[in-house]
């Protein structure tokens, strides 16, 4: 595997913010990506990192640091339906396949 | 918007059953994929398939086998099903394999078996 390693749990209070670190071991990789997973559903795409640095989408910000082999997850006034498991996953270089953490398992309340 | 299906939501079966689980896509993309999902592992890739007719395991491909006839479905099989196998199976599906942001995978809503 490729070794990436993400919290278990996080729990926040609606409104707040949470960050959600992915940390790996790898030699290189084409792209780091995070999923959004709700309990019983299937994990739906949230963002594609490639490059060094924050990419923004509305509530939620995905950055990637491949000096330091780590990525997080930015959630912003958070709402009771971004209670979920929050998976990140890697394309390995000289692969396609992803490669997953184990998840996130956040706990919005109110 | 990209349609991954899946069989059934839920199956119970029992040991040494033959297990089919079938998963169809509707968007024409050339890679599909099916993972099983447990508490504290994760995702982890069981097969993967790149073209028709082509296959390629995984990280645990170890009592399982695919089937991909047409380029929109793929099956996984169980050939005996044991308990162990008991987990959520999620299939998924890709346009390309170049590492890009459109590589992102689309998933099914998962088949949650059950061997008994």
């Known amino acids: 595997g490729q070794n990436i390693d993400q919290p278990t749990e996080m729990t926040a209070t609606e409104g707040a913010i949470v960050q959600i670190n992915c940390t790996y071991q790898t030699s290189g990789f084409n792209g780091l990506f995070w999923y959004q997973q709700h309990a019983g559903e299937a994990p739906t795409f949230l963002s594609y990192n490639v490059l060094d640095g924050l990419e923004e989408k509305g509530r939620f910000s995905s950055f990637l640091s491949r000096s330091k082999g780590y990525s997080y997850l930015l959630l912003k006034e958070l709402q009771m339906k971004d209670s979920a498991s929050y998976l990140c996953a890697v394309i390995p270089l000289g692969d396609y396949k992803l490669s997953f953490g184990a998840g996130t398992t956040v706990t919005v309340r109110a | 918007d990209v349609k991954v299906t899946q069989s059934s939501r839920y199956l119970v079966k029992r040991t040494g059953e033959k297990v089919f689980l079938e998963c169809v896509q509707d968007m024409d993309h050339e890679n599909m994929f099916w993972y099983r999902q447990d508490p504290g592992l994760g995702l982890r890739l069981i097969y993967f398939s790149y073209d028709v007719k082509m296959k390629e395991k995984g990280d645990i491909p170890e009592g399982y086998s695919v089937s991909r006839e047409k380029k929109e479905r793929f099956s996984l099989i169980l050939e005996s099903a044991s308990t162990n196998q008991t987990s959520m199976y999620l299939c998924?599906?890709?346009?390309?394999?170049?590492?890009?942001?459109?590589?992102?995978?689309?998933f099914g809503p998962g088949t949650r078996l059950t061997v008994l």
């Open positions: 998924a599906s890709s346009l390309l394999a170049s590492g890009r942001a459109e590589d992102t995978q689309y």
